[in-house]
């Protein structure tokens, strides 16, 4: 993410943003790579959608600064459009299921498809207007955390204390990163930044 901003929008990374993002990897590696040796085939793929969520965010974050609040949501329902026609056209080629198993699951479909997906992605386009993208990536993030707590709460599951550290580090490395950059300077240097 903080590469993708420095090629394609040349901005300045700071120290206490590179801190936050090596602090929220290593929460996330300890979150998902607990005892296992060695990088396996599914961490590249996470690694590779890692690589597309940044540029993802990126691209929402210099396109939603040129548009209005009303393109904004015209953007989203566009965004929105083509994530359900490739969903479709994938589900079909690779997912084996019958008209029965489609019925029975429509309204989790639908839930998923408009509130997730429709309402969603139109409120993260929205924020990410307001937001520096490294912050913004850095929020968005909690849904693993989110995700975790939500099992905990419904399924019942359990937390080890390794999962436990991994969220205290990625929640830190958010309140680092909403931190003004004047409490990371001298008071005698004169820095700006607009976050």
Known sequence: MALLLLVIERKKIYPEEWFSIFVAIFGFYLLTNPGQNG???NDLILLASAFFFGTHVTSIHYLMTKL???QIFYASA?????VSILAFVTSHSVENYTQTALVSSISGILYTGIVVG????SLQAWGQKYTHPTTASLILSLEAVFA???AHLILKESF????LIAFSLIFVSIIIIELPHKYFVKKSKKHSRVR
């Open 39 to 41: 990088l396996k085939t």
């Open 68 to 70: 209005s609040k009303l």
């Open 78 to 82: 566009v965004q929105f459009a083509v």
């Open 118 to 121: 429709g309402i969603g992605y």
């Open 148 to 150: 975790a707590i939500g």
């Open 160 to 163: 080890t204390t390794t999962e």
